[in-house]
């Protein structure tokens, strides 16, 4: 008969100890495990290969009718209601549209629609003051919630990254100001 003691002893003395076994994980389980994050990764895939619905993109304006010298005789109400124009980004002055970028996304002209770095700044920010004031949207992005309004969620602002990164892809950087400002 061997006692514990003396295997522990053959082991190098009483000080060791024992390992627990771990049960082994499947093969089976491990690639079930697998299965999500590559699930994940084709819907986001998928998602961001759809191109963006050019009927959303059309000019938000109303009708409006002039007689043979050009001059409005009848506006009818746009589909937000009221008098409203569609205003080329040429006729917007230089001015407005810098100030514009400078204030509400610097680095406009070198993003795929998203900017990370804006992203974790208003994380920090919003941890920081315990509120969420600060969305880290950027001009494209908010392009996409003037174009498609919806309620504010997380899973919202992710649906919102998707469409912008599919505007981007859709349209120049002109266009997508242009629509901005209208």
């Known amino acids: 008969d061997v006692s514990a003691d003396a295997v522990r ?7 060791h100890r024992e390992r627990a076994v771990r049960p082994v994980r499947s093969t089976r389980s491990r690639r079930r495990w697998l299965l999500v994050p590559a699930g994940f990764l084709i819907l986001l895939g998928v998602l961001l290969l ?17 007689d043979r ?9 746009a589909e937000a209601g009221g008098k409203q124009l ?29 900017a990370p770095m804006a992203l974790v700044r208003s994380i920090a ?27 504010r969620t997380v899973l919202r602002k992710g649906l919102e990254m998707i469409d912008a990164v599919r505007l981007e ?12 400002v209208n």
């Open 169 to 180: 892809r859709a349209i120049d950087k002109q266009q997508i100001l242009e629509h901005y």
């Open 125 to 151: 920010l919003n941890l920081q003051r315990g509120a969420w004031d600060f969305g880290g949207s950027t001009l494209t992005m908010q392009t996409v919630r003037l174009i498609k309004p919806h309620p």
């Open 69 to 77: 010298h050009g001059a409005a005789l009848y506006y009818s109400a």
């Open 9 to 15: 002893a053959q082991r190098g003395g009483d000080d």
């Open 50 to 66: 759809r191109p963006y619905p050019r009927d959303q993109l059309r000019p938000q304006a109303s009708l409006e009718v002039v």
């Open 86 to 114: 569609w205003v080329p980004l040429g006729d917007v002055p230089p001015i407005l549209t810098a100030m514009l970028i400078e204030s509400e996304d610097k680095t406009f002209f070198d993003h795929a629609g998203v």
